[in-house]
Structure formats: structure tokens, C-alpha cells
């Protein structure tokens, strides 16, 4: 099981982000993170929270107390789609389909990632319904005349 500097250290990289790029978005210093990161310092309460906003994940995920049972990624994918339920005001039909979604291998690993899918499936719903010719036309180059 890792500890929170070791899932601190993982979720950054997992996310593409540098320690400095980390730092700025938590309002902490370059070196505070590398300090935690090498288990040199224990955060405290209020950093922890700066981190796990930061990251935009919970901080029940960065201090094991969820899903330490799974691979990152998969803990990523359940804590973000946790988190996108609270802050999104979703359709029973849509959670229903993000929940079949969850346990695939492409689930997003971010908040923003379950807020685009379900973006793309409204565009996908709206672009259904819509006959062929409409679809056509409605996607046409306009002329200028």
C-alpha cells in the first residue's frame, strides 16, 4: 500500500504535472513538494487538502482510506466519477451510463475527463435523434451568397 507522499508523487506524474506545476496550483513552494514527495516531510491537514484540490482528487484517496485495495488507475476512476456525481446534477439515465462505464479500462481518471463524456454522449443523444438529411445539412459548409 503506498503512503500519501508515495500516491502524492504517483497522481502527479499520473497527471503529467511537475512538482513546480504541482506547487503553483497548491500555492506551495517547489521545494515543499519535493520534500513531501521524498518522505522528507509529512504534510499537514490544510497542505493535504491543497494537494488533493490540486490534483483534483479526494483527500480520502490521497491518504488511503479509499480504494488502496485497487491499481491507481482504477482508484482514480472511482474517485473521480465519486467526485463528479457530487458536484454535477445528473439525469438517472446518466448516472446509469456513467455507471456501466466505470469499470471499463478507457473510464476517465479525472473529474473533467466524466464531465467531457458526458458532453460527448449529449452531442451523441442530440446528433441521434436528428434525421440523416438534418444531419447533413446541419453540418454543411454555408455559402456565402
Given amino acids: 500500500m503506498l ?10 506524474e499520473r497527471r503529467g504535472m511537475t512538482q513546480k506545476q504541482l506547487a503553483s496550483a497548491a500555492s506551495l513552494s517547489p521545494a515543499e513538494i519535493c520534500a513531501i514527495e521524498k518522505r522528507m516531510r509529512s504534510p499537514q491537514t490544510d497542505t493535504i487538502q491543497e494537494i488533493a ?8 484517496l490521497l491518504l488511503g482510506e ?10 482514480l476512476t472511482r474517485d473521480s466519477f465519486n ?3 457530487q458536484r454535477e446534477k445528473l439525469t ?8 456501466g ?3 471499463t479500462d478507457s473510464a476517465p481518471q479525472t473529474v473533467k ?4 463524456l458526458i458532453q460527448n454522449l449529449g452531442a451523441f443523444e442530440n446528433l441521434k435523434g436528428q434525421s440523416a438529411e ?6 454543411a459548409p454555408q455559402r456565402n451568397e
Fill in 92 to 99: 438517472d439515465e446518466q448516472e446509469r451510463i456513467l455507471r
Fill in 113 to 116: 475527463g466524466w464531465r467531457e
Fill in 3 to 12: 503512503t500519501a507522499n508515495e500516491r502524492i508523487k504517483a497522481i502527479r
Fill in 53 to 60: 484540490a490540486a490534483l483534483d482528487v479526494s483527500v480520502s
Fill in 134 to 139: 438534418s444531419r447533413i445539412f446541419d453540418h
Fill in 66 to 75: 479509499f480504494y488502496s485495495d485497487l491499481p491507481l488507475g482504477k482508484a
Fill in 83 to 85: 467526485i463528479f456525481v
Fill in 101 to 103: 462505464i466505470i469499470n
